[in-house]
């Protein structure tokens, strides 16, 4: 199995405010690592996944970035938050054919 | 982008009662998930079908992947409060090389 480590938890932010947030993954290398996002009441929409150092691809048009500068490190960022980016966001890694989650980070944009 | 409808979006029920919910595609899957996410939580994976019209079974749920691997869907028999969560199926696509795409999700609620 892995562990998956995300932060910030929890996090306010303005609209037109930056944003970061960070995952990291222990257990395994190379692996396949996912940004999801879950707004309120509703599914897991994926944002970004990545299968190497540098390697991204994102699945929704969004004023929202990732990067991958590490094997086991994968950055969600924005350089102007808009109210709609309010949610859970979700990091996750793919191991085995599963995916693992980590704990999330809840973001409200106000 | 590839999506997954799954119905219902909210379910109550008396302990006790069944549940079900259905996941469909429009494209064929080369497999799909389930996963369980308890309020306040993050989604935890349940299992994994692969071969069409496939069944598994984990103590009272129930999976099932469709004969043309475009729909599946999750039972539980004799629902318990602990089996409160939203349930979300997540598909993979041929070709589509490592992405799952989840499902809207169902939310049980199990009143006791």
């Known amino acids: 199995s892995q562990t998956i480590h995300q932060w910030p938890a929890t996090l306010v932010q303005p609209v037109g405010s930056p944003l970061s947030l960070e995952c990291t993954v222990e257990g395994t290398s190379n692996p396949n690592l996912y940004w999801y996002r879950q707004a309120a009441g509703r599914g897991l929409q994926l944002l970004f996944y990545s299968v190497g150092i540098g390697q991204i691809s994102s699945e929704v048009p969004q004023n929202l970035s990732a990067s991958r500068p590490q094997d086991r490190q994968f950055i969600l960022s924005s350089k102007k938050l808009l109210l709609s980016d309010s949610g859970f966001y979700l990091c996750?890694?793919?191991?085995?054919?599963?995916?693992?989650f980590g704990e999330g980070s809840w973001l409200t944009v106000v | 982008g590839q999506q997954v409808m799954q119905i219902p979006q909210y379910q109550h029920v008396q302990e006790g009662e069944d549940f079900t919910t259905y996941c469909n595609s429009s494209t064929t899957l080369s497999n799909i998930q389930w996963y369980k996410q308890r309020p306040g939580g993050h989604p935890v994976f349940l299992i994994q079908l692969v071969k069409s019209g496939e069944v598994k079974k984990q103590k009272r749920l129930t999976f099932q992947f469709g004969e043309a691997k475009k729909n599946s869907s999750l039972h539980i028999t004799a629902t318990q409060t602990t089996d409160v969560g939203t349930y979300f199926c997540a598909g993979k696509y041929w070709g589509a090389g490592n992405q799952f795409y989840f499902g809207t999700g169902t939310s049980l609620t199990v009143i006791p």
């Open positions: 996750a890694s793919g191991l085995g054919g599963k995916i693992y």
